[in-house]
């Protein structure tokens, strides 16, 4: 566990898989069997073809950073700052892109363009994954 206090998910029937599923290092999101789309954040309904049966599935877990803000703010007790908030775009599919922090190096080196991989922060049965440079 970080010595980093983070604010952790609520857990429920649709999320559970993407929070627990760094106890095995992998990245999941939720597939459409129909259209063969990634969705996230987890929703009930593909948004391409409106399909219900969504199942989890693991992705690779490496991309590039499509934007990147470095956050010299603490908002909550414990926070670590400065901190690299990034939006990665992951190489499963086009459009597939999710925002997490980026670890494993200074912030201040994090740079737009900088393939990274998944890495997991563990918090009980929660796995937080942030991405590290490759």
């Keep these: 566990m970080s010595a980093t206090q983070r604010a952790l998910p609520a857990l429920n029937d649709l999320n559970r898989f993407f929070w627990t599923g760094g106890g095995d290092g992998q990245l999941r999101f939720l597939h459409c069997p129909h259209c ?3 969705v996230h954040p987890p929703a009930p309904l593909c948004p391409h ?6 199942q989890p599935r693991t992705v690779i877990g490496q991309g590039r950073i499509e934007a990147l803000t470095v956050n010299h703010q603490a908002w909550t007790p414990g926070q670590a ?29 994090a740079y737009i363009g900088q393939r990274v991989k998944v890495v997991f922060e563990a918090h ?11």
């Design 49 to 54: 073809c409106l399909g219900a049966q969504l």
């Design 36 to 38: 063969e789309v990634f």
């Design 81 to 109: 700052v400065p901190e690299a908030i990034a939006i990665i775009s992951l190489d499963d599919q086009p459009g597939l892109q999710m925002t997490s922090n980026i670890v494993g190096c200074d912030p201040q080196d």
């Design 124 to 134: 009980e049965d929660i796995y937080l994954p942030l991405f590290s440079p490759v």
